[in-house]
């Protein structure tokens, strides 16, 4: 069936909100946090940590430290604790994102079971394993993400380990990998733009010759599809083919596309059919899937991405993430004085639900009552 992603209605008379069809927690992250809690929870008496963040939302992460929990690295997968501190009584839990295999076979070399409090997203496990399986049809594996992301350097260990990886960032880079395709530039400016984001021994002659793309679950659907699309092409008119033998040289990786990430980008589509004043975006500052929100709604709207229902200061000032220059800022009067003011929301994957709740509360609080905040809520739950 076709799927509805008209948004919720939040009515208050005077503020009208717009909520998503689909935002907040996917699967994956939902069961990240349960094993977390969980084994902090069974485990008392142990030394607990985290390869790196658990999810990329402040507020999770904050309460995991709160309760002891020690983050191992940075996001950036600088080292914080190292390895050498560890003993085979630690208890070690690897990220929704997944980590390389030189990380699981160091904590495997010192004893510690991984597999136990592992709580790598079976999304991200999906393209680990369609990587695999066109690598047994000696495929190369292009892997659109985030170069410096945890996720994607793990997807590009797994692939790596069964056949020539190389990361790319964005069409513009997918622009310049097909002038290699197609041999219009030189070997040696391969190696020197993609300078540490191939695998070891990588052949341009050779190993561009069949291609497969995946794509960190958390970038833009439509990206990697278009990037997807776009190599293909070049595919087809380097060799020739046509859609009855394009499998020689092109894999057919559509299914690694994450549902999850997909259905919140589908909704944020809904949500922007509809007229409004501002959107607000809630979700960690370096949450990859949450900027790509971001980027939707500012493309046709004044958009506030924040982390914290904090942040919203007062009725007249906001302080909101720039995720393009990385920096904080304040904005005055960000409600404007509009009435009804509609405002559209959502949240990034991995940003609780109750954060929005509160946010929804606490502008709503600008305008109506706490009772008839309570009363259009209870309206939209029953």
């Given at each position: 069936m076709?799927?509805d992603?008209?948004?919720?209605?939040?009515?208050?008379?005077p503020?009208?909100?717009?909520?998503?069809?689909?935002f907040?927690?996917?699967?994956?992250?939902?069961?990240?946090?349960?094993?977390?809690?969980?084994?902090?929870?069974?485990?008392?008496?142990?030394?607990?940590?985290?390869?790196?963040e658990?999810i990329?939302?402040?507020?999770?992460?904050?309460?995991?430290?709160?309760?002891g929990?020690?983050?191992?690295?940075?996001?950036?997968?600088?080292?914080?604790?190292?390895?050498?501190d560890?003993?085979?009584?630690?208890?070690?839990?690897?990220?929704?994102?997944?980590?390389?295999?030189d990380?699981?076979?160091?904590?495997?070399?010192?004893?510690?079971a991984?597999?136990k409090?592992?709580?790598t997203?079976?999304?991200?496990?999906?393209?680990?394993?369609?990587?695999?399986?066109i690598?047994?049809?000696?495929?190369?594996?292009?892997?659109?993400?985030?170069?410096?992301?945890?996720?994607?350097?793990?997807?590009?260990?797994?692939?790596?380990?069964?056949?020539p990886?190389?990361?790319?960032?964005d069409?513009?880079?997918?622009i310049?990998?097909?002038?290699?395709?197609?041999?219009?530039?030189?070997p040696?400016?391969?190696?020197?733009i993609?300078?540490?984001?191939?695998?070891?021994?990588?052949?341009?002659?050779?190993?561009?010759n069949r291609?497969?793309?995946?794509?960190?679950t958390?970038?833009?659907?439509?990206?990697t599809?278009?990037?997807?699309d776009?190599?293909?092409?070049?595919?087809?008119?380097?060799?020739?083919?046509?859609?009855?033998?394009?499998?020689d040289?092109?894999a057919?990786?559509r299914?690694?596309?994450?549902?999850?990430?997909n259905?919140?980008?589908?909704?944020?589509?809904?949500?922007?059919?509809?007229?409004?004043?501002?959107?607000?975006?809630?979700?960690?500052?370096?949450?990859?899937?949450?900027?790509?929100l971001?980027?939707?709604?500012?493309?046709k709207?004044?958009?506030y991405y924040?982390?914290?229902?904090?942040?919203?200061?007062?009725?007249?000032?906001i302080s909101?993430?720039?995720f393009?220059?990385?920096e904080?800022?304040?904005?005055e009067?960000?409600?404007g004085?509009?009435?009804?003011?509609?405002?559209?929301?959502?949240s990034g994957?991995?940003?609780?639900?109750?954060?929005?709740?509160?946010?929804?509360?606490?502008?709503a609080?600008?305008?109506?009552?706490?009772?008839?905040?309570?009363?259009?809520?209870?309206?939209?739950?029953?």
């Amino acid at each position: 069936m076709k799927k509805d992603f008209t948004p919720t209605l939040l009515d208050f008379g005077p503020l009208q909100i717009l909520l998503a069809r689909h935002f907040g927690f996917c699967y994956g992250v939902e069961n990240a946090i349960e094993i977390a809690f969980k084994t902090l929870n069974e485990n008392p008496d142990k030394r607990i940590f985290l390869l790196s963040e658990m999810i990329h939302n402040p507020s999770v992460n904050k309460d995991l430290l709160d309760r002891g929990v020690r983050f191992m690295q940075d996001t950036k997968g600088n080292q914080i604790v190292p390895f050498e501190d560890l003993n085979a009584n630690d208890v070690v839990i690897i990220p929704a994102f997944g980590t390389t295999l030189d990380i699981e076979n160091k904590l495997k070399a010192i004893g510690i079971a991984i597999e136990k409090y592992n709580t790598t997203c079976p999304f991200v496990e999906k393209v680990w394993n369609r990587s695999e399986q066109i690598a047994q049809k000696n495929y190369s594996v292009i892997v659109h993400g985030k170069p410096t992301h945890e996720e994607t350097r793990a997807t590009f260990s797994h692939a790596a380990a069964n056949t020539p990886s190389l990361v790319i960032n964005d069409m513009n880079e997918a622009i310049v990998l097909a002038d290699f395709i197609k041999g219009n530039r030189s070997p040696q400016e391969f190696y020197t733009i993609f300078k540490g984001r191939f695998s070891e021994g990588f052949d341009l002659n050779k190993d561009l010759n069949r291609i497969g793309v995946v794509n960190q679950t958390t970038m833009l659907a439509s990206d990697t599809q278009a990037i997807s699309d776009f190599l293909k092409q070049a595919m087809i008119e380097k060799y020739e083919l046509n859609e009855t033998n394009i499998a020689d040289r092109f894999a057919d990786t559509r299914d690694t596309l994450c549902y999850a990430t997909n259905d919140n980008q589908s909704a944020v589509f809904g949500l922007l059919q509809e007229e409004a004043d501002l959107a607000i975006v809630v979700g960690g500052y370096n949450s990859s899937n949450t900027s790509h929100l971001v980027e939707l709604c500012e493309e046709k709207l004044p958009t506030y991405y924040i982390d914290h229902p904090d942040r919203i200061i007062s009725q007249s000032n906001i302080s909101h993430f720039n995720f393009h220059t990385k920096e904080e800022k304040n904005t005055e009067n960000f409600l404007g004085s509009k009435t009804p003011l509609r405002i559209l929301m959502t949240s990034g994957a991995s940003c609780p639900d109750a954060l929005v709740e509160v946010v929804i509360r606490k502008i709503a609080n600008y305008f109506v009552s706490e009772e008839t905040i309570d009363k259009v809520s209870s309206g939209i739950i029953s």
